[in-house]
């Protein structure tokens, strides 16, 4: 390749000189062009020249002259940034550290020339930059670096060794631990990243050194380590440590406990530690409450364990309450003691989970506690323990829930409804009959269901009584809970229903019709697709379906041209799940529809159903000007494949042009 040729590997002696002008011009655009194009350059003016660009006013040159030396990666490089390590300029000094560290291997030999030569600022920030390399050859400049006379240097050296774990890095951290005491704090924490047991003895002792900052230390590294063996020494520490320092001891507990397993021999020394941790657990930073409840998650529980972890159901931090929340949850202890505890005192949010929690374990015994808390003057104690009785309470619980179904609080009158139902308390229709009234709609809702579960003949004939209500809502509800009942006995009030002057009567009486699916109904069901209602029509129109869907097919045929868009699109959308050699007829009749969502509707079901010979009349709606209902034909289309449909999708893109995803 001609070495002059634009973009080859070299240049011509006539565009280096202009180059090495350019790096020299006023203009910044130049000099960074310049510093990039340098990279390439062979002449060896060339690191010179970028070495001085690296000093630059303009960050954007300095950039560009870091990463063009950085990619000629060459000795000539390192040894020209070297001289740049004792610059009184921090910045540059900086920047040809950064260098010199992404060179790798290639600035080696320097580095360890100037850590034994250089000043002591020079010694330093050649240590720290050995850091970042982390080649093995430094390790040896490091070792000597320990005993370095300026203490700045020794201390760089000690944390750059924590990232080169080996047994003799170790010993050497060690050795150096016990000489000089000064180095204690760098030299903990790199021992901790060599997590080597042997420095455990020099970590407890350091426990009780007079510097909180050297405790600290210790605290950290013995929890990087893992061992087991810390948990006493770090829990012993713990009481006669102030606050900070007992939130970094119970993190570095938590770290240990990770290495243990249920199983393991280790998990004895952690249950040595339960008293401090539970003392922890009460303690006023949340964090040491949120760890002393981790570690207490490792253990068997105990009476003990199982009271402060249930008190800390009320804790003011969220996260604390569900990880007290999951604790007793997973736990095989007896939780009632406990629990007990927290509903008679504390806060409300904390008695409120204490009474959930019992419900989920279905504890009887749990009852005259919760009974108890029904006269508590907060709603939301009072709706807490009424859900909770309506799991776990015995047949004595329901008068008091019953006397709750008037209590002032809709929150609480919902809660008592929904326990009577999960009780299925079969003398108590009548009061949840009459919470059908109630002013708040989940009242009303919430009474429906528990009647609905409990069934029976009672709660029947009540509700086919209400069929003739002078309230219109609870004609409705009545004709919905008796579908969903399912009792025989109610077809015939419900095709009475029918005909009730109240359209949402008759709606409601249609769906339950459906759900009885009792044939008796498919005339009179058919008769109220002619329904003045658009809603009976749509709701006779699922009941038939579920019926009888061949019946149901020829019946819905006439609904195709019902005078609402919506319930012509209810038909489609009704039909579209279903398999009948019919309905893809209707379907492409639909097609023709005035209405675009009726249009969007069947061209969706088309391709879904996979009609193929339906391709050629959804490829004639690829002209309407409607482009969601364009983009819903081309999806059909492509589901349907074929070649009639393909060859509709060609057609259209080459009109169109390409599609794009």
Known sequence: MNPTTPGAGTTSSTDTEGIFCDAASSED?????????????????????????????????????????????EGAVSEALARLLGSPDLGLRNRAGTVLASLGEVSVPVLIREATAGEAG?????????????????????????????????????????????????????????????????????????????????????????????????????GMIGSPAALRPLMDAFHRSPEPLRHAILQSVTRLTEHISPSSAELAQLQAIIPDVLTAAASEEWEIRRAALRILSLCPA???????????????IDEIRQLAWR????????????????????????????????????????????????????????????????????????????????????EVRQSAARALG?????????????LLDDEAGEVRESALGALVLISGEQVVQGLREDLQHPRPERRRLAGVALGYIGDETVVEPLLEALAHEDSGIRQSAALSLGRLQDSRAFEPLRARLEDCEPGVRQASVDALIALDLDRAVLALEGRLHDPDPWVRYHVVSALSDRHHEAIPGLLIRALQDPALVVV?????????????????????????????????????????????????????????????S
């Open 327 to 410: 604790n007793l949850e997973r736990s095989s202890a007896d939780l009632l003691p406990a629990l007990t505890a927290v509903l008679k005192s504390g806060p409300t949010v904390g008695r409120c989970l204490a009474a959930e929690l019992l419900a989920t374990h279905f504890d009887h015994r749990a009852t005259p506690a919760l009974r108890e808390m029904l006269r508590e003057s907060d709603c939301r104690i009072r709706a807490a323990a009424a859900r909770a009785l309506g799991q776990c309470g015995g047949g004595e619980s329901v008068p008091a829930l019953e006397a709750l179904t008037a209590d002032p609080e809709p």
């Open 29 to 73: 655009r130049l000099r960074r062009s310049a510093a990039s194009r340098l990279a390439l350059v062979r002449d060896p003016r060339a690191v010179q020249v970028l070495v001085g660009l690296l000093s630059d006013a303009r960050q954007s040159v300095q950039e560009a002259a870091a990463q063009a030396l950085r990619h000629r990666g």
């Open 302 to 316: 105990s009476d003990e364990s199982t009271a402060a972890v249930a008190a800390l159901l009320g804790d003011p």
């Open 122 to 222: 020079v010694r330093k920030f050649t240590v720290e930059i050995m850091g970042e390399i982390r080649s093995p050859w430094v390790v040896g400049t490091l070792v000597k670096a320990l005993r370095d006379q300026d203490l700045n240097v020794a201390f760089a050296a000690a944390e750059a060794l924590g990232k080169f774990p080996a047994p003799e890095v170790a010993e050497c951290l060690i050795s150096v631990f016990r000489e000089r005491e000064e180095l204690r704090c760098p030299l903990s924490e790199a021992l901790g990243m060599q997590a080597d047991a042997r420095a455990i003895p020099l970590l407890v002792e350091a426990l009780g050194a007079p510097e909180l900052l050297l405790q600290f230390s210790a605290v950290n590294a013995l």
């Open 600 to 660: 969007i509707a069947a061209s969706e079901a088309l391709g879904r159903l996979g009609v193929e010979h339906s391709a050629g009349q959804l490829a004639g709606l690829l002209d309407r000007p409607e482009p969601e209902l364009v983009r819903c034909v081309i999806q059909s289309l492509t589901l349907l494949g074929g070649e009639e449909a393909k060859a509709a999708l060609l057609r259209h893109e080459g009109r169109q042009g390409p599609r794009t």
């Open 422 to 434: 999960w009780m299925r308390a079969e003398n108590s229709g009548a009061c949840l009959r009459a």
